[in-house]
């Protein structure tokens, strides 16, 4: 087997350079091979978790079980067998779907603002792993995006999460992603699930979505920029 860079490998898994700008489908291990031109080709892939999440991502991108999206299958996330950070978010939208890479808008802006850090951390996948419930755009309604695929938990979030025993803390994002990584109450609002949050801290961080569509709900609940924000930014700043 050809000598691999187990880090580019893994980025490519990713789909997404440190830098950003590199990209590249992973249809194989072959497909993965490092081109860098100060790589070397020096290091092989030794750990078996980390060909496992390879494999894993691969056969993720082949994905085909929800065969009616309309815009077909496209999954997108960021994973890395020692990424310390997860966001959990809800689905892509028709947006990111064409951009082929998670919150590349104003959502991710305030995201990475939130967190305190920038784009080039936010796209290592080394650091940083994005995972929403439904690795697919879903589709629109009248009323906005459709809720994320319920085929896909099931079928992969166990199974990725497993392979990234690192991750030390969890942005829990939307109601999807608050049911599977908390289980509040059924009916607690989102504001008296986010309040709790230091029940959840410093694994899990229950929080609104970024969207400029919430802003309202920033605005009357101004603890959360104030309170829950620099803690979030602490707990950020120890595991990078
Ligand atoms: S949403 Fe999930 S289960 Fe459905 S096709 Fe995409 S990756 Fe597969």
Known sequence: MQAICVKRVLLYAGKLG???NVRQKLSGMRAAVCRK???GYSCRMTKAADSDLVRLASEVRGCTICGDLPLGPRPIFQ??????ILIAGQAPGRITHHKDRPFDD???ERLRAWMGIDRDIFYDASKVAIVPMG???PGTGKSGDFAPRAECAPAWRAKILARMPGIACTLVIGRYA???HIEPPKKASLASIVQDWKTHAPGLWPMPHPSPRNNRWLKVNPWFE???LPALRGRVRELL
């Open 135 to 137: 690795l697919c755009f």
């Open 106 to 108: 104003p959502s991710g």
């Open 79 to 84: 994973i890395h067998s020692k990424a310390r």
């Open 37 to 39: 031109p100060n790589c």
């Open 178 to 180: 608050l049911d599977w």
């Open 18 to 20: 440190a830098n950003g």
């Open 226 to 228: 104030e309170e829950v």
